[in-house]
Each structure stands twice: as structure tokens, then as C-alpha cells.
């Protein structure tokens, strides 16, 4: 990503301490942009990235999520690398708490960081708005590649059903080369 300039332009990166969030603000930050880097608990001083900047933030608290991003002007992009998966086990054996914690993780804390995202976005009439996920949410065997998620509205209605339908692209894969990519698109 170094190759194109981001001077100036005001990223925000949800999950900036984890492995995925971290390599997406240091990308942004060589690249120029100015980065605010999010995460329920600030990174030790050895694992912080020059060029960031920190804010904690719980992404389930809708009020937190707000104030943070209000607290700025309207970012030209949100990325959200929040989430995680549990264990592949039998529908059988499932744990409701656990089922209800993963909904919460992936499906809510996006929802949150979406709502509030557009919300400053709007007036500012422009914006982007990136969700990753694991790709052992869609292949029970494999790397575990992160991918992106790039949602449309062919009818640009404001539901978030409609926000759903996503095509996800590898990040290692050529367009249209995923073999998983036609069963994740919703």
C-alpha cells in the first residue's frame, strides 16, 4: 500500500492492537495517512506504532463508539478488523452464550461502528466504510486469510439487510479467483 499516498486523509481502524488491525494502521500511516488506531485496550509501549494514534473504545458501547467518532471530524475511512470466531463443533454441542458472544462480536459491534460511521459521514458527503473477517468463517480448513467485505445496496436503501449483501474478496486471491467467494456472497 506504500506506493499511493493517503497524505492527509483521516483513517480510523477498529482493532488497530490486534494482528490484522496493526498491519492495516501501519500500512495507512506509511502511506501518509493519519491514523487513529481503536481497541477496548491501549497496545504495551513496545507493540504501539509510530504514526498512530491510540483511543480505547468498547465497539458494543453504542455511546462510546459515537462520542469517538464524533470527537473528530468525519473520518475519510473506517476499517473494522473486530472479531473472532469460536471453535467448529456440532450444532448439537452448540453453547448459546458462546453463539450469542460471536453474534455480539461480529454481527453487532459492526452494526454499532456502522451506524455512527455513517452518521458523520453523511454531512461530510463521502466516506468509506471496510469490515474484515476470517476466512474460517467461511472454509473450516485452511489459512485463515483475512478478508475484506465491501457491501452494496443495489437500491441504495438504508436498511442494514440490505447492507448485507456483501461479495468478499481473498486479500491473497485475484479478483474472482476466491473458490470461497461465491458461497460468501450473501
Not at 441504495?156 to 439487510?161: C, D, F, G, H, V
Request: charged share 20%; proline share 5%; net charge positive.
Amino acid at each position: 500500500m506504500a506506493e499511493q499516498s493517503y497524505a492527509g486523509l483521516a483513517v480510523m481502524v477498529f482493532g488497530a492492537a490486534g494482528a490484522l488491525g496493526s498491519g492495516v494502521a501501519a500500512a495507512f500511516a506509511a502511506a501518509g495517512a493519519s491514523v487513529a488506531g481503536v481497541d477496548k485496550a491501549e497496545p504495551a509501549a513496545e507493540r504501539r506504532l509510530d504514526g498512530v494514534r491510540y483511543s480505547c473504545a468498547d465497539v458494543l458501547a453504542d455511546e462510546t463508539v459515537g462520542a469517538l467518532l464524533d470527537s473528530a471530524p468525519a473520518p475519510w475511512a473506517v476499517i473494522n478488523t473486530v472479531g473472532g470466531f469460536a471453535p467448529h463443533r456440532p450444532l448439537a454441542e452448540s453453547d448459546v452464550g458462546e453463539l450469542t458472544g460471536q453474534l455480539m462480536l461480529n454481527l453487532v459491534s459492526a452494526a454499532v461502528i456502522t451506524k455512527h460511521a455513517l452518521r458523520v459521514m453523511r454531512p461530510a458527503g463521502a466516506g468509506r466504510i471496510v469490515h474484515t473477517a476470517s476466512r474460517a468463517g467461511v472454509v473450516s480448513k485452511g489459512s485463515g486469510t483475512s478478508r475484506a467485505a465491501t457491501c452494496t445496496s443495489p437500491r441504495r436503501k438504508p436498511a442494514w439487510s440490505t447492507a448485507l449483501r456483501c461479495r468478499c474478496e481473498a486479500a491473497d486471491q485475484p479478483a474472482g479467483k476466491d473458490p470461497a467467494a461465491a458461497s460468501s456472497t450473501a
